[in-house]
């Protein structure tokens, strides 16, 4: 990541003669709204801080002049702590975009300024956005933006840009931009004195202001001190030697001092900009959010959410109504037997027909699963995530589990993740990135793997278990003390220090029907393009295996090890499935059940076994490329070992008691 | 009036035999200095002290003196150990020299600082000063960790202790600077503070850091 040109000639600066806007600010004010206004294009908004982890480039056509426009994962300063505020950084650093738009909040005017003077004294071509004006006026603040412009001496705009205003202003300022004289932020002498003798052992031309790059060396920044190793091959020495003489004298506050210069020349900005309510105004979504954080409250309202949401919504309404319409008259009962007819009437061939419509056939299998058992239950979880998620209820959440996270060497950060994984595994272990240490990424990776069964494989085994009393009990208990038992060990034996818990509140906001629906159709034509080719890869392999007779043999070398756990041979489909995808194998196993191939106890010890399993392969692929190969085949290996373990286990419990006999 | 060094350490040793030890004198040898040492002119003439037979004896018009130095000498450990981190034989040695430094006032800004502290380091009671009574009256906490507010309190940050440089740096970026405002929302389960118009949540440690005053 920190691999940097190593000279500034070298910067792929418009080799397409393309402008380049960046959009840059702290998390959750508002960028990629503004970025999907601008581009057309559509890239994930959320209320909840840090929802952007990856770059996002779009063109804009403005006043028939194309930009690129970028967006950038949130900072709050430049010089940078996380892995996506470094991201974010490079942006600035390798690009040099045209225009800067800095995007903050006005609410948080004061504090987010801060960064504005940082930018401006970086020498880039700031931009200055005000968003949310409508929920700060809301709050009864008023900004004098006009004033601000002319102290900061660069184009301020204020804008709402989730309720499209502004928006012509910032293309207009977009397209007009200038570079102007930017006021200056002179800092107290002993300061500036410290910046002068830095710089003066600066010999080049660099991509940020001398005085911009003094402060971040000063603040030890190691990229920074490490492209100057680079740039000023001769001079580093002294350079170094200089930062290091006085970052030494410096030690015992010089980050605090630089914060309070910084608070200092942003309050001296700020005087007559903004004018406060003399009383705090309290809005209804702060009362919510009160009764979200309290326990007493809190816990019943996170309940309430879940039976509704999770149970009512995805599982009886997603997975129950809308599968059986899909699944049983559409599919069964309509399609298969059409499309059946429609391909042997044009394909003689019996094998080929198979291909396409038999017992493993692409439409009659994979089409089928992945259309009526598979799509109506992700769809309903991604609406219900997307609605919560919207309403600033996530970061909640965090900080309610947070406590209880933290006995399994998680944050309440992992909520999230967590939460996904119940919608799809591969997506959440993506975004396990936001999580601050390594250690909790490979916790969190881990339990993502192992205990949380996906949307598509839960609305499965919901339905399947539920057929027989207590099995779903068995399983529910199961996989909870799995997850419980798993995450205490692995915080135990995971080396590294416990992880700290910090969290922007956003407001809580009632989401926009449109913003929900959007988001929930990315993430499914993603979800889509993911599994769709899987599913139909398995399916010709089933047939061709089927087909070469290299299935049976495979069933039958599985079958000790399926009687081992006393499962029946024939779930060794599903197992064979389940590589593929987990909700797939369990979709097998709901085949097993209408054939009345298994009883109680099987179903569940198959339930449980299949739902702690290897990972899917879309899964498996996206912790290679998180965790890299040695953890993700690791993680693999001990999944599996798990998992076959848990499955001898619970049958041999099951069949001592004599429960579900 | 200020005293020398050695008087006061002189009047210190003096004031604690008899105020905490019960004896009615104390031999000039067993302090280490000899009889004929100025520092005890010093004190007679202040009539803090008497010297008959040899012997040392606290006058009542020394004891309040004698109360305050010891004061300032505990404190000065405190200081040492609390803020400075600095324990031990060196912490006791610096300590010594320190609290010479904490007349005329400096005693109730660092007494302040440090919350009013009752004992020092080795458990022997810090006399109260006028600025702990006042305090008291005033039911006034001083400075005290984020994790000691009510839910709903309102303070200002006083400052940021923490060893680890991110932190401090996590905590500056949500506007955990010395000097603005912050409102406790809620303490459990997890901590919730307002600075400015924005809400966070952090956990026990962090919230641990953070030093406010009412």
Not at chain 2, 82 to 104: K, T
Request: aromatic share 8%.
């Amino acid at each position: 990541m920190a691999t940097c040109c190593d000279k500034r000639s070298e910067i792929p600066h418009n080799s397409d003669n393309i402008k380049r806007v960046a959009l840059v600010g702290n998390p959750n004010v508002g960028k990629s709204v503004l970025f999907n206004a601008l581009t057309g294009a559509y890239v994930t908004v959320s209320n909840y801080p840090g929802t952007s982890v990856e770059v996002s480039r779009g063109n804009a056509s403005i006043d028939g002049e194309t930009w690129q426009v970028i967006d950038t994962p949130g900072m709050y300063s430049i010089h940078t702590i996380t892995e996506e505020e470094r991201v974010a950084r490079e942006i600035l650093l390798n690009e040099s975009p045209d225009v800067v738009l800095h995007v903050l909040d006005a609410r948080n005017l004061e504090r987010m300024l801060a960064m504005t003077i940082q930018l401006i004294e970086a020498g880039l071509p700031v931009v200055l956005v005000v968003n949310i004006m409508d929920e700060a006026e809301r709050m009864g603040l008023t900004i004098d933006l006009d004033l601000l412009q002319q102290r900061l001496g660069i184009p301020v705009i204020g804008a709402a840009t989730a309720r499209k205003r502004g928006l012509d202003e910032i293309r207009r300022a977009v397209l007009d931009y200038r570079r102007g004289t930017p006021g200056h932020f002179a800092y107290s002498r002993l300061l500036e004195k410290d910046i002068a003798l830095v710089t003066q052992h600066m010999s080049g031309s660099y991509i940020l202001s001398r005085k911009s790059l003094a402060l971040l060396l000063l603040q030890q920044d190691e990229e920074i001190t490490a492209l100057f190793k680079q740039w000023d091959r001769e001079g580093y020495a002294e350079l170094a030697e200089k930062v290091r003489e006085i970052a030494f004298e410096r030690r015992e506050s010089f980050h605090l001092d630089l914060s309070l210069e910084r608070k200092d020349i942003v309050r001296k900005l700020i005087k007559d900009v903004i004018v406060a309510p003399e009383k705090r105004v309290i809005t209804w979504a702060e009362r919510v959010s009160t009764l979200a954080v309290r326990p007493v409250t809190g816990i019943p309202l996170l309940l309430i959410v879940l039976y509704f949401g999770l149970y009512k919504f995805v599982g009886q309404f997603g997975a129950g109504t809308v599968v059986d319409f899909l699944e049983k008259r559409l599919f069964e009962a309509l399609f298969n037997p059409w499309i059946t007819g429609v391909v042997k009437a044009i394909i003689p061939w019996a094998i080929i027909q198979e291909l396409f419509v038999g017992e493993y056939g692409i439409i009659t299998l994979g089409i089928r699963y992945a259309v009526g058992i598979i799509l109506p239950i992700v769809a309903t979880f991604f609406i219900f995530f997307s609605f919560l998620e919207d309403t600033g209820y996530f970061p909640r959440l965090a900080l309610l589990v947070d406590r209880l996270f933290k006995y399994i060497g998680l944050t309440g950060r992992a909520v999230i993740p967590m939460v996904l994984g119940f919608g799809c595994d591969t997506m959440a272990t993506m975004v396990t990135r936001t999580l601050e240490t390594t250690r909790e990424r490979i916790i969190a990776t881990l339990l993502l793997a192992l205990a949380i069964p996906c949307s598509a494989q839960l609305g499965v085994i919901l339905g399947l278990l539920s057929k027989a009393p207590g099995a779903l009990m068995v399983w529910g208990v199961c996989m909870l003390l799995l997850f419980i038992v798993v995450g205490l060990l692995a915080s135990k034996i995971m080396p590294g220090e416990s992880p700290m818990f910090y969290m922007e509140l956003p407001p809580m906001r009632m989401p926009q029907l449109g913003n929900v629906l959007t988001k929930t159709y990315t993430r499914m034509q993603w979800y889509f393009m993911e599994i769709l080719p899987l599913f139909i890869l398995a399916s010709v392999l089933l047939w061709l295996g089927k087909v070469t007779g290299f299935f049976e043999k495979m069933i039958e070398a599985m079958t000790p090890v399926m009687a081992s756990i006393g499962l029946p041979k024939e779930t060794a489909v599903a197992f064979i499935f389940g590589f593929f995808r987990r909700d797939y194998g369990a979709a097998g196993l709901y085949d097993l059940q209408s054939k009345g191939l298994m009883n109680a106890r099987q179903l569940t010890v198959a339930a449980v076994t299949l739902t702690l399993f290897i990972p899917c392969i879309a899964q498996f692929m996206v912790m290679k490329n998180e965790r890299g190969w040695k953890t993700a085949s690791a993680i693999g290996v001990f999944v599996s070992l798990f998992a076959y373990g848990s499955g001898f286990l619970l049958n041999k419990l099951l069949l001592l008691t004599g429960m579900l006999a | 009036m200020k005293l020398s060094e050695k008087a006061e350490e002189i009047l210190e040793a003096l004031w604690v035999a008899v105020e905490e030890e019960g004896q009615a004198f104390l031999d000039p040898d067993t302090m280490g200095f000899p009889v004929d040492d100025p520092s005890y002119r010093e004190l007679t003439g202040h009539a803090f002290i008497e010297v008959r037979q040899g012997m040392v004896y606290l006058r009542t018009e020394g004891r309040e003196e004698g109360k305050n130095t010891i004061r300032r000498h505990r404190l000065a450990e405190r200081l040492m150990m609390d803020v400075l981190n600095i324990r031990g034989e060196d912490g006791d040695h610096r300590a010594c020299q320190f609290e010479h430094l904490l007349n005329e006032g400096v005693d109730a800004k660092v007494c302040t600082m440090l919350n009013h502290p009752t004992t020092c380091p080795h458990g022997k009671p810090i006399p109260p000063g006028v600025c702990c009574d006042e305090a008291r009256a005033k039911g006034d906490l001083g400075i005290v960790p984020l994790t000691e507010f009510k839910s709903g309190q309102e303070g200002e940050i006083a400052y940021i202790q923490t060893e680890d440089n991110k932190k401090m740096q996590k905590l500056m970026a949500m506007g955990v600077l010395p000097g603005n405002k912050i409102t406790l929302v809620q303490s459990f389960p997890s901590y919730i503070f307002r600075v400015g118009y924005s809400e966070f949540a952090i956990d026990t440690n962090l919230a641990k850091e953070i030093f406010v005053r009412k």
